[in-house]
C-alpha cells in the first residue's frame, strides 16, 4: 500500500466548506505519481518526458462517506488491485492521516492504460503492453480487489 | 436531456495536451447547476444560499473513450435516469457540440443526496427527502437508464 | 473590447461563497483564447498545435473591489493596451454580465510573451518576435492603457 | 521567511508542460494557510470556521522568469512586507526546493484583509481591524520590501 498525504486547502473545498468532490481524482493521480516515484523509483515525470509514455484513465469511480473540509490532513491509500496486458487497476481509500483506523472517507478506482506519447513510433497515441520492466516491479505489489 | 456546452480551454488540459479528467467531473457539476438554472427554473444558486440545500455526490463514476483536446467545442448531455426518497441519479454522455450522432467521447455517472444545510434545523449535515417543489419538477423527466 | 461571458460556478468558490480568487486568472486566460478566436479569428488552439506558437505570462496583477459568487453571470472585459516586439499587454475589467454600468468588481493586467514551442527550431522555448499576420491584425485593436 | 514545498502534478500543468500561471496564486494561498498552522500555530481552518474571520485578497500581483515543470519540488518562501490596520502584504519568491541559491523561477505579492465573516455581527462582510493576537505574532516577523 502506498500513502500519498494531502492537506486539504481552501481553495479545494467550495462553499459548503467541503472539499469539492472533482478535487479527489486529483489526488488520486498526485497518489498516482508519486506511487511511481517513490514507490517504484521510475519518477513519472521521466515517464512521460523521457520515455514517452502516458497513463490516462479509462475508467474511473467513487463513493463518498464522510467529507473532508479545508485544513484536514488526510491519507489517500493506494493498493495495486489488477494488471492487465496494457493496463493497471488502482483501488483507493481515504482516511485522516495518522489515523489508519479512523472511518474511510472515500474510497476509489481507477484504471489506467499505458499509451505511446511519442509520435515517431508508429503505435503513437494507442495503448502498448505494459513495458517488461514496470511489469517486472508492479506485478509484485498486486493485490486482491 | 439537458445540453451544457463547454468550450474546452487550455487550462482544462494537462501535458498530453487533452482534458486532465478530473475536470471532467467539474463538467458534470456544472452540467447540474445549469439544469437547475435553465431545465428545472429553480436557480441552483437559490437552492444553496436562498433554502439551505445541498447536493454533495455519494458516488460517480465515468468511462472514457475518445480524448478532448483545447479548443474543442464539447456538449454535457445530462439525463436524471433515478430518483430516490433522497437522491436524484444523473447520466452523462460527452460527444462534440452541434454534432449529436458523433462518437461518445465518454460517459459518466452520479448520484447525488439532498443534503441539509441550514445550522438552524435539526436535520443540518444530513441527508433529507427531496422537496415536493423539485419532485414535482423532476419526476416527469426522468428516463430509463 | 472584447467580453468574455462566465457564469461562476459552485466549483469556482471557496468556502467564503465567493470565487476562489486564483481562478480569476483563469478566467483571465480563458477570455485571451476566445479572443484568438472570435476576435482575431486566428484560433487559439491552431496557434498552439498548428504553429508551434505559446504566450505565457511574464507578469500578471489584479485589483479585486466586489466579490463575485456562484450564479452570477459576469462579464471579463479584455483590451489590448500595449505591444512590444515580442509581447502583448492585455487589460482587465470584471462587471456583471449584461451591465456596462455596473460597479467593476476587480481590474487585472497580463503580460504575455510569444514563445516558440517548436523543437525543431533554434530558437524553441525563447521569446521570438510577434509574427506580421498577427501584429497586422492586433496593432488596430490597441488602446490607451 | 516561511517556506511552503510543493511537488508539481501533471495536473498544475498546461500543454505546454509547465505550471498553468493560475496555479501558482494557489501554491501563494496554500503557503500563506500553512504559514497561520505552523508559523503563527493559529490554524488558519480554527480562523475562518471558528473566529469567523476570511483574509480574501485585495490586491495580487507575479512576474515569472523560469518555468515550473510537472515532477519538480519548489519552495515556495514567503515574507511578511508590510501589516496594516486591516491588511497583511506578503511576499513571495519560488525557487527549486532544498537549493536556495538556484535562479528565482517567480516572485509575487498579496494584499490580503481581514474580513469579517460572521453574520451576527454588525461588520459582516466588512474589513475588520486586525486582532490584537494576531498582529503581536505577525508584527515580529515583518521585513523589508
Known amino acids: 500500500m502506498h500513502v500519498h498525504r494531502v492537506r486539504v ?3 479545494d473545498c467550495d462553499p459548503a466548506g467541503i472539499v469539492y468532490f472533482p478535487r479527489f481524482f486529483h489526488f488520486f493521480h498526485e497518489a498516482m505519481e508519486t506511487w511511481f516515484d517513490e514507490v517504484l523509483g521510475l519518477p513519472y515525470a521521466e515517464m512521460i518526458r523521457g520515455r514517452g509514455l502516458g497513463f490516462p ?3 474511473t469511480e467513487a463513493d463518498f462517506a464522510v467529507p473532508c473540509a479545508f485544513g484536514d490532513e488526510i491519507a489517500v491509500e493506494q493498493r495495486v488491485v489488477g494488471l492487465g496486458r496494457t493496463s ?3 483501488a483507493y481509500r481515504v482516511r485522516t492521516h495518522g489515523e489508519p483506523d479512523s472511518p474511510t472517507r472515500l ?3 481507477t484504471v ?3 499509451m505511446d506519447l511519442d509520435p515517431r513510433r508508429p503505435t503513437f497515441r494507442r495503448p502498448i503492453e505494459l513495458p517488461a520492466d514496470l511489469r517486472a516491479r508492479i506485478e509484485p505489489l ?3 480487489p
Open 88 to 90: 493497471i487497476r488502482f
Open 112 to 114: 489506467s492504460v499505458v
Open 142 to 144: 498486486v493485490v486482491a
Open 57 to 59: 484513465a479509462v475508467h
Open 9 to 11: 486547502g481552501f481553495g
Open 107 to 109: 474510497t476509489g478506482a
